[in-house]
């Protein structure tokens, strides 16, 4: 197992994604003799894991059962210990695509945050590139080394632990692409230039308001990046129902049965004529949904 | 309180349909005398808002007893947010509230506000700051529920009902958002001095927003299914009296016998208006949909049921004369419903409606088809559903039948923004659907035509594999 | 003919609209004698249109035909002569709704613009209510009095040609709500807290800009406005289709008809087992559709 | 100029796959000396471009030549914009522009840049603004169009080529959205040396992605209909030489054969070799769907069919001898043909693929059922369709069949934003819909009960009619 790389089978030191059903999920770091405690009992490490084949359903101590899944970066996105507000799926996957990243680039990152989108940016760069990214908090920036070797991607990822508005990214002329999570990305952007390559790179900065948004489109601008754009991305999730519809009775038909052939033809395609009720398959949105996670502003920075 | 001779419209009597408010949250109730309601978690105790004006905000002190409340800081105390703050020097150290429940008693007998000490709260929470907006936005409606203790009394208005029953009780009003409501309304050019037909099996909300916008001028049929209208929602407006002249209601299991001009309403011929009672009878004993206002039919059958083994004593003498009362009362009944058959039929009858708003949860295509022959031509109709897939089938119907024009499927997309300096941003959770809506104009049947004719009214949309001009 | 009331019959003097077909209208002016060309030919207004019922058949000239409709506030809107950006329908129920409309109201407006918002609320408050509708472009002003005038509306409505941030609404303490679409609505909240009753009202102002909205919050909390809410709405229209779809031939089936079942059954509920397509109904949205109109802000006056 | 030797890489070279741009238009096109191709409605040359660095921009000068182009403002040419700005002094007095084609050429010869010419075009129209936001934008592009001469060269990428197949053709890629093409990646979760499977009919875009996304390490297998995988969309990122020998295809018509072990790819047996050949050739003459990038076959059938009246003189000799040619040169095609299909069969037979990813205008459930066989437990798959339906009976089937665990229905939406000081806003034209994606993960397949068990592998959603906590 690594978060950049299948394996079929569970072993002993693997992080392992517990499917607890219905988009409930929950990492369990694999250990020979250890015991991880489910709704459903208990998972016995070595017996019900370790040589088992990932995507396996397992049972557990009261008789419930769960699968056990390969981590990947979106798995890991939605089950990791939160330390700060993180990024989500479809925020990152427009992130990947709009910064051009692919195996071999180099990019810079801050806030590491709890390294959701670290992860998906590892996994995207692996084997030949390599992630720098900039943690101004100490302990987040200790916790989340400790997971990058866990999932055995450490070899493709520089932390550092400092301000990257006061002190950069630690290195220059070296990024592909530079991603900004953080309160003021405006102070951060002259460093962000500094850590890309001669030729070029991409910019993206995520920010929560629009005021920051400003801010850093003027900063981008002034600093001579080119393609300023901002956007926004939300998710909608369609969730599959059957539904059952009553029909309407408007009274038995005094008049010859052509006289009013629609009444009852309305529901002739779903309802023989005695029928009460028709069932349909539809989907529903869910009753609240994310309406903002945050603005995406993009920018190329050209040669320099 | 010296108050002035024209504010007597803007007080709260008793006997009001009120709506009580909190935040974003709405309860509609009507006042009554030493009546407990509970709000949030509370009871309260509505007599003394009785004289105060409406739109007062009120201190719900200890007993469930209002007050009213001297500053109004409490109105915008939904604006507590700290989205885009800087985080980073937030230890995690496992004590996610720094404050105790002391701290936080001395707070509220200094007097500090809701607002402020849930500000305090937030700033002293360690974990706060690391939760999700959705999170956050959860952790503050909870706070506020714990320390809010006001409640503003308001004169109900449609966009307050909606509103109430999206946040309430959306299941009650088919997921009908407020903002669909408003198309509804507008689409249909509901205006006063028109002839509305409505179905409405969304708590009578629908109905409530139409008698709004016409303002008691004109005339609204209720097209009803099974035993009597629903009309909840619309109580919760509090109308004035002679609004209800202008309300009338039909069942639609007489929409056959209408349409075939076969529907007897009058009752000169005793055998005729004793069927006609028969079948209002039959409808009073089977009402699964609607409200169960009176429960006396039933509780005679009972009776009836249980009267065989009964001697003739005196005790049955006094029941004879109970029943036969009761028998009166209930043919009087009947004679009333019978009137009010009538006189929606007459109305009915002449097919000039002027509009057609349908909101329910019945499969929509049919009742469309069956209703839509009540309008007059060139008048607006709008068809409400939660599932898009029931009025692809109106659509297409409607386009193989003809008599139509302007037909539209559409829904509309809503966003809240929070407004703050430096900290403005679209609202972290949306609604997400708020229902569709199948909109057109009636046209004049052309007779030259069969109904079914491959020539539709309107070039009928082209068969596309791939078409570049949409997605 | 009016826009607040229904007639039977189209009479001389009447705007009508006609319907071209597939959501174009345009309004006509009927008038005895006189000829309308459209696409299909000419109609004639003495013969093809007085006296028809409305929404009747036309054949034109040509041999086409159109269909005409009595004038609605939605109709003007989509088929009005522009002179400004306009409102449009979507905006305009959420305007009218939240605004507290209903017959008998009495409303203050500015910019007038083209019109399409005031037939809206004319028909809302009519037959009791008053519009006071404030419009700083003298030909606009003109025009707009003019149409009122043929539409049958100038009963219930004021329009005054003057500056709203300067010279305010020209009425004091009688309006039940105040609608600002104008840049600087932020320079007018102050006239129309004076416009509106003691008692209190609703007032919403529509701007395209976030900043515009900033600012006009901002004057909102300092005039003491109440419950301030801004939104925004976006139509979506649903077209329906018919859409053919190929099945996909996994070539015959060597094994016996039960070894791999699923892979026919895919397509059984819509296809028989020879059928080499699908036909099913859906709805397509349009490739480009209004991705913005304006935001709307919407406060209470509470009483004063 | 002297370059420095590690700008090698990022020179334009003869051969390359480029992508010209113009604001927000996109077009792709190989460098081919002497070669003219139109670009918005313009000729131009590319031999000048060859020797330049990626991103120039190049002014096109009469007779379609390129000029690099000394200063850079065209880049934000697209930022012209006035919505939000005060219209009342405008008088509409009938003429909409003020400037007359003098005035502009008079502008051109002081050295306007194109932003400075539309903006006074704006300027001086009269109905500018009172045209719709639409309409506007419309008038700006239009003016663009005219008045724009420059030329931006790009390498490629995922990015561009999205955004250019979305505005440009979107039909060509059944309307994928270049947002939702990067839900697809990432739910799929596409890298470096996994193996892939891809059924792509949308151009081929979606299989050049995947491949950028794996940047050489693994495998990727498409899987094609008809005649001949579709790659157009995946020649435009003009990947290395190496990339290609990651990619296998399989012909979806041998699925069956494959799934029970009947598939025979060797060539030992000459009759089994010439079964294959003839399956193969039977292929190359039913291409409805691939690009015909050779005609060879066709052309040699025909001379087959008119070979019959033909005499043995010297010419007839020729023709024999170029027809053997030719039937060898075909048999070493089929033979490859054959190689490639035992390469791919190979890959496909241990059914431990890492991914599957469909994307086309087919019905995509048999699609579905049958591809998902060959990917290995605990791997994710994602299908794209422009119509939700499909992907409606897609998720049924799989809740019925088990073997799955995360099925999501999704889509996106997505919006562009003008970030202008005191005019931001978001921009007035959005697209419609992106499609809808179907994502999951495979599990092991529970052999302890039937495929079709009412007990799913995840509680299935509850049938509703009214349910509360959804609308």
Redesign the interface.
């Known amino acids: 197992m690594s978060f950049v790389e299948y394996s079929d089978l569970i072993k002993d030191g693997d992080v392992a994604i517990v499917h607890l059903g219905h988009n409930s999920v929950t990492p369990v770091k694999v250990q020979h003799g250890a015991q991880t405690q489910t709704r459903y009992g208990a998972i016995r490490h070595s017996s019900d894991l370790i040589g088992q084949r990932y995507g396996s359903k397992v049972t557990c101590s009261k008789g419930g059962w769960v699968h056990v899944l390969h981590p990947t970066p979106e798995l890991w996105t939605v089950s990791l210990p939160?330390?700060?507000?993180?990024l989500y799926t479809p925020d990152i996957a427009m992130v990947t695509m709009m910064l051009e990243l692919k195996p071999g680039s180099v990019v810079c990152e801050s806030?590491t945050g709890s390294g959701s989108l670290s992860h998906a940016i590892l996994r995207t760069i692996a084997p030949t590139g390599h992630l720098h990214t900039v943690e101004?908090?100490q302990?987040r920036a200790e916790k989340v080394v400790e997971e990058f070797k866990e999932h055995r991607v450490d070899h493709l990822v520089t932390v550092r632990n400092q301000d990257v508005c006061k002190d950069g990214f630690g290195v220059t002329g070296v990024a592909d692409a530079v991603f900004l999570d953080i309160?003021?990305p405006w102070e951060a952007v002259g460093h962000a230039k500094a850590a890309m390559k001669k030729h070029g790179g991409r910019l993206c900065s995520f920010?929560?308001?629009?005021?920051?948004v400003q801010r850093t489109c003027e900063a981008l601008t002034e600093q001579g990046f080119e393609e300023i754009r901002t956007l926004e991305v939300l998710l909608?999730v369609h969730n599959v129902r059957d539904?059952t519809?009553?029909?309407?009775?408007?009274?038995?038909?005094?008049?010859s049965s052509q006289?009013?052939p629609?009444?009852?033809?309305?529901?002739s395609?779903?309802?023989s004529p005695n029928q009460t009720?028709?069932r349909?398959?539809?989907t529903?949105?869910?009753?609240?949904?994310?309406?903002?996670?945050?603005?995406l502003t993009f920018a190329t920075k050209p040669r320099t | 309180m010296a108050h002035s001779e024209d504010?007597h419209e803007?007080r709260i009597k008793e006997g009001d349909h009120i709506v009580l408010k909190r935040g974003d949250v709405y309860k509609a109730v009507q006042i009554q005398r030493k009546k407990k309601v509970i709000f949030e978690k509370q009871w309260i105790l509505l007599d003394n808002v009785v004289g105060h004006?409406y739109?007062t905000t009120f201190e719900i002190s200890s007993g469930g007893s209002l007050q009213p409340k001297e500053d109004?800081e409490t109105?915008?105390s939904t604006d507590v947010k700290v989205?885009?703050?800087?985080?980073?020097?937030?230890?995690?150290d496992g004590k996610s509230q720094k404050l105790t429940r002391d701290d936080i008693e001395t707070m509220k007998e200094q007097g500090l506000t809701d607002k402020e000490i849930i500000k305090q709260l937030i700033d002293n929470s360690s974990t706060f700051?690391?939760?999700?907006?959705?999170a956050q936005d959860k952790y503050i409606k909870k706070k506020k529920k714990k320390y809010e203790n006001t409640v503003t009394v308001l004169k109900p208005?449609?966009?307050i009902i909606?509103m109430m029953y999206h946040g309430r009780?959306?299941?009650?009003i088919?997921?009908l958002?407020?903002?669909t409501?408003?198309?509804m309304?507008?689409?249909a050019?509901i205006?006063?001095?028109?002839k509305v037909l409505v179905f409405d099996t969304c708590a009578g909300l629908v109905l409530g927003a139409i008698m709004?916008?016409?303002?008691?001028?004109g005339s609204v049929i209720q097209m009803y299914?099974g035993g009597g209208p629903v009309r909840a929602g619309m109580e919760c407006f509090g109308f004035p009296a002679h609004f209800h002249d202008m309300l009338h209601e039909f069942p639609?299991?007489?929409?056959?016998?209408l349409?075939?001009?076969?529907l007897d309403t009058s009752a000169k011929d005793p055998t005729e208006g004793e069927k006609q009672v028969k079948v209002a009878a039959e409808e009073e004993q089977n009402q699964p949909e609607a409200e169960q206002q009176e429960g006396i039919p039933q509780e005679e059958n009972m009776e009836i049921n249980t009267g065989d083994d009964v001697g003739q004593d005196p005790e049955k003498l006094e029941k004879e004369k109970r029943q036969e009362a009761k028998a009166q009362e209930r043919k009087e009944k009947l004679e009333e419903k019978r009137r009010k058959l009538a006189a929606a039929a007459a109305l009915l009858e002449g097919r000039?409606a002027?509009g057609l708003v349908i909101a329910s949860?019945?499969?929509p295509?049919?009742?469309?088809?069956?209703l839509l022959?009540f309008l007059?031509?060139?008048?607006?109709f709008v068809v409400y559903s939660?599932?898009?897939?029931?009025l692809?089938?109106c659509?297409?119907?409607l386009k193989e039948?003809g008599g139509t024009?302007?037909l539209?499927?559409?829904?509309?997309?809503?966003?809240?923004?929070q407004?703050l300096?430096?900290?403005?941003?679209?609202?972290?959770?949306?609604?997400?659907?708020?229902?569709?809506l199948l909109s057109g104009?009636?046209?004049?049947f052309?007779r030259s035509k069969p109904?079914a004719s491959p020539l539709a009214?309107?070039?009928a949309?082209k068969?596309?594999?791939?078409?570049?001009?949409?997605?």
Chains 1, 3 share one sequence.
């Open positions: 939160h330390r700060t507000q993180i806030g101004f908090h302990q309160p003021s920010s929560p308001c629009i005021e920051q909608r539904v519809l009553q029909l309407p009775d408007f009274g038995p038909d005094p008049s006289a009013s629609e009444a009852m033809e309305g529901a395609t779903t309802a009720s028709v349909i398959k539809t529903t949105l869910l009753r609240e949904m994310p309406g903002h996670t945050g603005y | 504010d803007y004006l739109s109004k109105q915008s989205t885009g703050t800087d985080n980073r020097h937030i230890v995690d700051s690391n939760k999700t907006g959705y208005t449609c966009r909606a009780e959306p299941g009650k088919c997921h958002r407020y903002d409501l408003a198309q309304l507008t689409l050019n205006h006063a001095g028109s709004e916008r016409m303002g008691g001028y299914p639609i299991c007489h929409v056959n016998a349409l075939a001009g076969k000039n002027d949860q019945f499969h295509s049919s009742l469309l088809l069956g022959k007059a031509p060139s008048r607006p939660q599932y898009k897939e029931t692809i089938e659509y297409t119907k039948q024009v302007n539209m499927i559409t829904d509309t997309w809503l966003r809240h923004y407004v300096p430096d900290r403005t941003h679209p609202l972290l959770l949306m609604s997400g659907g708020g229902g569709y104009t009636t046209v004049a052309d109904a009214e309107e070039p949309p068969r596309q594999k791939v078409k570049d001009s949409e997605s």
